[in-house]
């Protein structure tokens, strides 16, 4: 099992292309500086008025499988 933590700060223009579905990935910068694209579509469940805020954290299985999305 994997886990990678990062902060998103999107409003909510920036998040329309993805919930469009124009843009599918969401490009994050992990707290340990990795850089990694996730499903946008793990994010909806996220999005409020505002956009997109939080710390969050994915895990997936070792072969990127069965991916999580929780924020912290």
Do not use: K, N
Not at 28 to 48: H, K, Q, T, Y
């Amino acid at each position: 099992m994997q886990s990678f933590e990062f902060r998103l700060d999107l409003s909510p223009e920036q998040y329309l292309p993805y919930y469009r579905g124009t843009v599918r990935r969401v490009l994050v910068r992990c707290v340990d500086g990795r850089v990694m694209e996730i499903p946008a579509a793990l994010l909806r469940r996220f999005v409020s008025s505002d956009g997109v805020h939080g710390q969050f954290v994915l895990t997936c299985g070792d072969d990127m499988r069965g991916a999580r999305l929780q924020r912290l």
